[in-house]
């Protein structure tokens, strides 16, 4: 759990250290899935529709956590991993008025006109590209939540085979208010993803979803392990 104040502490830091959080969830959802896909593999068999919907309880149990911040959570497959259905996600998130989270329903039929062709999202290509772990936004999420989200995402692999990425969405208010709880009031900085689109600011010249136009200042520094640069500002 992060809490509590730094007046010592870092941008850079506290934003690695809330998004490492995230990541620690999507982890255990990467996690589980490569278990129940161990399982269908020594009984000889393909993973199924029903090994991927026997996730759900978990995804559950750790939404309906006390100190989970993620509003959307769940696994999605390669297209033909499971053989029928050709396309499968099980992706659970809270939704505004219910007591407990839904799951997500999308038109996965490539026939439709409101497919939802998740194979081509960045979410989704990045980390079957590189099989490295991602992070898209912020972003408005027209095809679930329609709310303004970063979604994190992480390849699953088994013995070199790419099976889908295991993810998390997380709103860019709750984002941003767990940096801002932490750092400390002398600390300044504005984080910009590798689309130029500022993802965290303390700036009220910069503000958080806008599009950096070559204003920010020269120096900068990566954050490890994420397509995101921080600049030191005034």
């Not at 009984?43 to 956590?65: C, I, Q, T, W």
């Amino acid at each position: 759990m992060i809490s509590g104040t730094r007046e010592d502490a870092d941008v850079a830091d506290v934003v690695v250290e809330v998004v490492e959080r995230v990541f620690a969830t999507v982890d255990e959802v990467r996690r589980s899935t490569l278990a129940v896909y161990a399982t269908a593999t020594a009984e000889g068999r393909r993973l199924s529709n029903d090994d991927v919907h026997g996730l759900a309880p978990e995804l559950l149990a750790r939404m309906r956590r006390p100190d989970e911040v993620a509003v959307g959570l769940g696994v999605i497959l390669e297209p033909g991993l499971l053989g029928h259905p050709h396309l499968r996600l099980e992706w659970w998130q809270w939704v505004a008025g219910k007591d407990d989270p839904a799951r997500l329903e999308v038109d996965l039929r490539p026939d439709s006109l409101d497919f939802y062709d998740y194979a081509g999202t960045e979410w989704f290509a990045v980390p079957r590209r590189t099989r490295q772990r991602h992070v898209v936004g912020p972003y408005v999420d027209v095809h679930g939540t329609d709310r303004y989200l970063l979604t994190l995402t992480m390849p699953v692999e088994a013995g070199g085979e790419f099976l889908g990425v295991a993810g998390a969405d997380l709103p860019i208010t709750r984002f941003e208010a767990l940096v801002l709880g932490r750092l400390g009031t002398r600390a300044a900085g504005v984080v910009v993803n590798d689309d130029g689109r500022v993802a965290f600011s303390t700036s009220s010249r910069w503000v958080i979803g806008s599009l950096c136009r070559g204003e920010m200042p020269a120096a900068s520094r990566p954050l490890p392990g994420l397509p995101w640069r921080v600049y030191d500002v005034p």
